[in-house]
């Protein structure tokens, strides 16, 4: 994603703020981390850790990304198993890419049922236990529709093809 200390970037239910740590070490405590979530329960979590390492440069937003509109755009967004939980993913991929500055980046880990054998034999209990602890839909085929969407991306399926890593960027993105 080519993350300076000067980037801005766009962490996308960013959670309890799991990926902070990696992207501070990017950042170095300068630059600007904002991480939109619309559950405060594990916001809360974020906050702690933001405290604990004494992060300066990290603004948390509780509320959907769908309905986020702030006065900046991003050098950078990425999304981790979150997309696939979101009934409204359309449209929120929609208003990732919206508020990416022109040559922005966007890079998602997502989940998927796999098609490999043996692991698809597996499929089920994947199913299950990921839309019970998780609320993934793993039919939602959110990469699929990225990919319709822009004229290039990066694709790479890991542990067994239940989950993905896709990145592009916004000036491969069409409206």
Not at 112 to 140: C, Q, T
Request: charged share 20%; hydrophobic share 40%.
């Amino acid at each position: 994603m080519n993350l300076t200390g000067n980037s801005v970037i766009l962490d996308v239910a960013c959670g309890t703020g799991l990926n902070f740590k990696i992207i501070e070490s990017y950042l170095r405590n300068s630059g600007r981390l904002v991480g939109v979530d619309f559950s405060p329960e594990t916001l809360k979590v974020a906050r702690n850790q933001i405290a604990k390492h004494k992060w300066t440069n990290i603004e948390l937003v509780n509320m959907r990304i769908t309905d986020y509109e702030p006065e900046i755009l991003f050098d950078a967004s990425l999304c981790t198993f979150a997309l696939e939980t979101m009934p409204d993913y359309k449209i929120a991929v929609e208003k990732i890419f919206h508020l990416l500055k022109p040559q922005g980046k966007f890079a998602m880990i997502g989940v998927k049922v796999s098609s490999r054998m043996p692991y698809k034999l597996g499929n089920a209990f994947m199913e299950w236990f990921s839309r019970k602890f998780g609320g993934i839909d793993m039919h939602r085929d959110v990469s699929t529709y990225i990919k319709s969407k822009c004229s290039k991306t990066n694709y790479e399926e890991c542990f067994g093809g239940f989950y993905y890593i896709l990145s592009t960027s916004k000036s491969c993105f069409t409206q």
